[in-house]
């Protein structure tokens, strides 16, 4: 087993395996690393899209489908006891307290899932991710494949003590139970990472905000998140930023490389803000958590009324912390004033470029720039 640099900081008395990247194939790398020894999986393994050539747009211009050989197996007996020997090999790594993720397509997450129960791991719950900006069907014969399934599953059905943010993810949704359909655009513009001849580096590289909330939900700060199918990096840089600790399996070079480079420039929050815990109902809607999530407002950022009497710190999960109180952005208006409620949209304030604008006015720019761009 070979390991890439390990990055970022880490425990004192963190294994060397901690914060770096393994390469080579995904089973073998796992077998290497101690049993019980990881708290969640975030898994993103092939999708077996079974192409068969080019995919053209109507204007004869070839889309940049997935068309890897690790994507590409023989038949579907293959493609099911790869899933088994890989997901053995997690099973045996993660902690009894732990879970795990698995997120696919129609192609493949259906066959995940099969193997998963029959091996006797305990579905949480799926989760659609609905893609405000989807690949449309060029072909026209099937519906627009706007969504991607993710499953969260303990070890077993009798598995205790899992990790579930429950009020973060409240929070992080204006205060009203997160629901299992997550709305986010696919990876673009400045996230997407490119080569130096602008190609995408990795075909199918995930949101960050996505990993935002996948973490956010379901780990606490200083745990080891393992992905065994580590790509462009997403999950480690995610990890990194939100002041877990990652594990990185991966066999090609390239995506190694693009992975370290990308994870090296990553930022971590060092503050209070790590801890967990929005409401004008407008069409769309959008939580105060999905600017948090999506980088319009970042972690440690402080906010204050327009007069600039109070001010209050935005943590990962869309709460704000306020003298050892937290409270949803909303909440904590009307407790600082002294209120029975507050439309934090209005009442907070966030300094850019020297002034003073409502957080509302990020809100603004969410809809336009995120949601609009997708509709």
């Not at 971590?268 to 967990?276: E, F, G, Y």
Request: charged share 25%.
């Amino acid at each position: 087993m070979r390991e890439a640099a390990r990055i970022g900081r880490g425990a004192a008395s963190a294994p060397s395996w901690v914060n770096s990247i393994i390469k080579g194939d995904c089973v073998a790398a796992l077998e290497r690393l101690p049993e019980n020894s990881v708290d969640v999986i975030f898994a993103d393994p092939p999708y077996n899209l079974q192409l068969e050539g080019s995919l053209h747009r109507p204007d004869q211009s070839r889309v940049d489908a997935v068309d890897d050989d690790w994507d590409k197996f023989s038949d579907f007996a293959a493609y099911d006891a790869f899933t088994r020997a890989w997901l053995l090999a997690a099973r045996r790594v993660l902690k009894p307290t732990g879970t795990i993720w698995v997120i696919g397509s129609y192609h493949n997450i259906f066959r995940v899932g099969t193997v998963l129960q029959d091996l006797g791991f305990w579905v949480l719950n799926d989760i659609i991710w609905r893609k405000t900006n989807p690949m449309p069907n060029f072909r026209g014969r099937r519906f627009t494949n706007a969504h991607e399934t993710l499953i969260w599953a303990s070890p077993d059905r009798n598995a205790k003590g899992y990790t579930f943010n429950y009020e973060a993810m409240k929070m992080a949704n204006d205060e009203v139970q997160m629901r299992s359909d997550w709305l986010f655009p696919i990876c673009t513009g400045h996230e997407r990472l490119k080569d130096g001849n602008g190609d995408k580096v990795h075909p199918t590289q995930k949101p960050e905000a996505l990993l935002h909330r996948v973490l956010m939900a379901s780990t606490a700060p200083g745990d080891v998140v393992l992905d065994p199918f580590f790509g462009s990096g997403t999950t480690g840089a995610v990890a990194k930023r939100l002041g877990r600790n990652f594990v990185g399996v991966e066999r090609e070079q390239a995506y190694i490389d693009a992975a370290l480079e990308r994870i090296a420039r990553v930022e971590v929050i060092d503050r209070p803000t790590l801890a967990v815990t929005t409401g004008k109902r407008a069409e769309p809607r959008v939580a105060f958590g999905a600017l948090v999530e999506s980088g319009y407002l970042k972690p440690g950022a402080v906010l204050q009324d327009g007069k600039q009497r109070w001010q209050a710190i935005v943590r990962i999960d869309g709460s704000l912390e306020r003298e050892a109180e937290t409270a949803s952005i909303h909440r904590m208006g009307a407790l600082v004033q002294g209120l029975d409620a507050c439309n934090g949209w209005t009442f907070w304030h966030v300094e850019e470029k020297g002034a003073l604008i409502q957080i509302d006015e990020l809100r603004k720019r969410y809809r336009s720039e995120v949601l609009a761009a997708g509709a």
